[in-house]
């Protein structure tokens, strides 16, 4: 299973995958009802790679908004996850359309 999100994303049941046309910023959101920090991103495209990173917030109550900016993303397949919390409790972007 594969999910797709902007510039072109993809995930399967255990990363999202990011297709990057050239070198250039991607911004990876996150939002889910009720979603309270911290969350983290982690992925191949993160320095370090798979090291979890905080992602930033914006909003109030239970309607937040999570973004990390990524810098100078190569043209690549990327895969990335989010945790939330402390813990080892990881999730993908369940607004993103599947493709199998």
Same mark, same amino acid.
């Given at each position: 299973?594969? !999910?797709?999100?902007?510039?072109?994303?993809? &995930?399967? !049941?255990?990363?999202?995958?990011? @297709? *990057?046309? &050239? &070198?250039?910023? #991607?911004?990876?959101? @996150? !939002?889910?009802? $009720? &979603?309270? +920090?911290?969350?983290?991103? *982690?992925?191949?495209?993160?320095? +370090? +790679?798979?090291? +979890? %990173?905080?992602?930033?917030?914006?909003?109030? $109550?239970?309607?937040?908004? @999570?973004?990390?900016? #990524?810098?100078? #993303? %190569?043209? $690549?397949?990327? %895969?990335?996850? @989010? !945790?939330? $919390?402390?813990?080892?409790?990881?999730?993908?972007?369940?607004? *993103?359309? #599947?493709?199998?």
């Amino acid at each position: 299973m594969t !999910r797709y999100h902007h510039p072109t994303l993809s &995930a399967s !049941r255990d990363h999202h995958q990011i @297709f *990057a046309p &050239a &070198a250039m910023d #991607v911004t990876i959101d @996150f !939002r889910s009802p $009720g &979603a309270q +920090p911290p969350i983290y991103l *982690a992925g191949s495209l993160t320095t +370090p +790679p798979w090291e +979890p %990173q905080e992602m930033t917030y914006e909003g109030e $109550g239970d309607h937040l908004h @999570f973004y990390k900016k #990524v810098e100078n #993303v %190569q043209d $690549g397949e990327y %895969q990335y996850k @989010f !945790r939330l $919390g402390l813990g080892e409790w990881w999730v993908l972007d369940e607004t *993103a359309s #599947v493709s199998e």
